[in-house]
């Protein structure tokens, strides 16, 4: 009678193994039902093919900047259509979503950034003064050593234009300006392992 073997003992090769990611659902659906609707925001609509690309050149203008497997992108914003590009986009450039909750104060949300080490800080313009309360903390703490992660400020057409514009100023760059910097047909890679998110 032959020894039995234990399941994990079996080694990992392509015909019993696979890494799990949310990706494939995007590329799927953008395959399948590539003029449905994906996204209704107000007056807003994106079909699966419209996410995919937006998603895809998020991914391309991430990789542009040199983030990818072993970066962190720091996500401040609500339920918004650019936190759900993030979902997708920042792990097809190999990076980690850190999606902040917007209820916390400066000292947290500082604690926050500093922790995932985040090298791209998306905030929603309602959110900005908090995203530059806590880098400020930061700053402070580091004393010198502080290199301010790219801010990128996502613009809503429903709330005070001054508030955008006073980001700007600040040398945050605009969201949908960010993503005229991608390429929408960016050749994105699967994980291999999805234990190797943050290694």
């Not at 807003?44 to 690309?53: C, G, K, N, P, Q």
């Not at 979902?87 to 922790?115: D, K, Q, S, Y």
């Amino acid at each position: 009678m032959a020894a039995e073997r234990d399941i994990d003992d079996l080694p990992r090769n392509a015909a019993n193994y696979t890494a799990l990611t949310p990706l494939w659902f995007l590329e799927r659906a953008a395959l399948a039902h590539p003029a449905r609707a994906s996204l209704v925001h107000g007056a807003l609509r994106y079909t699966w093919a419209d996410t995919y690309r937006r998603c895809r050149r998020l991914a391309s203008a991430l990789a542009r900047r040199s983030v990818g497997h072993g970066s962190t992108v720091a996500v401040i914003a609500p339920n918004i259509p650019a936190i759900y590009e993030a979902h997708f986009g920042v792990p097809m450039a190999g990076a980690v979503v850190n999606c902040v909750n917007i209820r916390l104060n400066a000292p947290t949300v500082a604690f926050l950034l500093e922790h995932s080490s985040a090298e791209v800080v998306m905030v929603d313009q309602d959110f900005f003064s908090l995203a530059e309360d806590s880098l400020r903390i930061i700053a402070d703490q580091k004393k010198g050593s502080f290199k301010k992660p790219l801010v990128i400020v996502i613009g809503d057409h429903t709330c005070d234009p001054s508030a955008l514009q006073d980001a700007l100023r600040t040398g945050a760059i605009e969201y949908e300006k960010f993503l005229e910097t991608g390429d929408p047909e960016f050749a994105w890679k699967p994980p291999q392992d999805e234990w190797k998110s943050r290694m």
